[in-house]
T-cell receptor, first 109, second 114 residues
């Protein structure tokens, strides 16, 4: 079966760095996505990785290793507004998105 | 850029009543459209997707149905709601013009069935 694993919850301190991991087992691979979802709101797109390596976008970076079935989202200089759930999703061979359950990130002052 | 409008935002319905959620898309043509449901603290569950007018694929057997009467309109319906239908419903769109293929989501509709 297809599976996406990510931690349920993480806690970090304002101004610090946090890494959210995602491992996947899917039938085929056509890219990996990270989304941010604030409580009660719709997910918003953060990043897309289809080749191995690091993609950087301001305070957020996303890394992919296809051979290991592994990705992480790195958030730097954490701000209180970064408190949200972070969803990992993989596009399989049928171009359908397989979603993880999300990681709830709690930022403390 | 594309925008997705979804309504109503919130609704409370009794068990056995009908449901209609509507989604419209602007800024793109012939998109792929999706209905997802998200239970509290859970991931996104794909309910239906559509690659064109009148073309609906169902991912999960249930008492819900979907229709796409126009290119940029997607409707989620039920004739008789169950308690288990409560959740956060999200309409999403994927433009065929974008290489990355990311989904854009509507604002969501929170349904409580009592």
């Amino acid at each position: 079966g297809q599976n996406i694993d990510q931690p349920t919850e993480m806690t970090a301190t304002e101004g610090a760095i946090v890494q959210i991991n995602c491992t996947y087992q899917t039938s085929g691979f056509n890219g990996l996505f990270w989304y941010q979802q604030h409580a009660g709101e719709a997910p918003t797109f953060l990043s897309y990785n289809v080749l191995d390596g690091l993609e950087e976008k301001g305070r957020f970076s996303s890394f992919l290793s296809r051979s290991k079935g592994y990705s992480y989202l790195l958030l730097k200089e954490l701000q209180m507004k970064d408190s949200a759930s972070y969803l990992c999703a993989v596009m399989d061979s049928n171009y359908q998105l397989i979603w993880g359950a999300g990681t709830k990130l709690i930022i403390k002052p | 850029s594309q925008t997705i409008h979804q309504w109503p935002a919130t609704l409370v319905q009794p068990v056995g009543s009908p449901l209609s959620l509507e989604c419209t898309v602007e800024g793109t043509s012939n998109p792929n459209l999706y209905w997802y449901r998200q239970a509290a603290g859970r991931g996104l569950q794909l309910l239906f997707y559509s690659v064109g007018i009148g073309q609906i694929s169902s991912e999960v057997p249930q008492n819900l149905s979907a229709s796409r009467p126009q290119d940029r309109q997607f409707i989620l319906s039920s004739k008789k709601l169950l308690l288990s239908d409560s959740g956060f419903y999200l309409c999403a769109c994927r433009s065929r013009d974008r290489d990355t293929g990311e989904l854009f989501f509507g604002e969501g509709s929170r349904l409580t069935v009592l």
